[in-house]
């Protein structure tokens, strides 16, 4: 029996209020950025109204150089959505401004990721119209 294969697309991440401004940011730079608080300095992600640290509402978004290092990951063997093909590994990064960003590594195999690991961002054009943040291994 032939069975039609259906191709099923990645779904999109959600945005809010909230994250906008970040994927708005991500998609028309090609550059990670990250919300700081302007008054007393602390950075923030994901993005939010007020300053975790501090309360203030003064916030702002500053380029981000994108490196830091594998805090923890996991590797997926059996899909939780049709469009993603397994097996994929999802990292929690610690970046050096001491945020954390969830993500996927693209150059290397899921076997070959280590807490640890030294990586830097690369945008991606996942959609026509939203680019996502995803790390390789940090080259210098």
Known sequence: MVQNKVEVQTPKPMMSQDTVKFWELLQEKKQLHLQRCSDCK??????????????????EWVPSEGKGE??????????????FEVPYEVIL?????????????????PD???IGMPVEHVVEQT?????????KRQTT
């Open 70 to 83: 594998v805090h923890s990951y996991v590797v997926y063997h059996r899909s939780v959505h049709p469009g």
């Open 42 to 59: 602390t950075y923030s992600h994901p993005p939010r109204v007020t300053c975790h640290k501090c309360r203030s509402f003064n916030m």
């Open 112 to 114: 070959e990721v280590y």
């Open 127 to 135: 959609f026509e119209d939203i680019s996502l943040v995803k790390f």
């Open 93 to 109: 990064v610690e970046l050096e401004e001491g945020v954390r960003i969830v993500s996927n590594m693209v150059d290397c195999k």
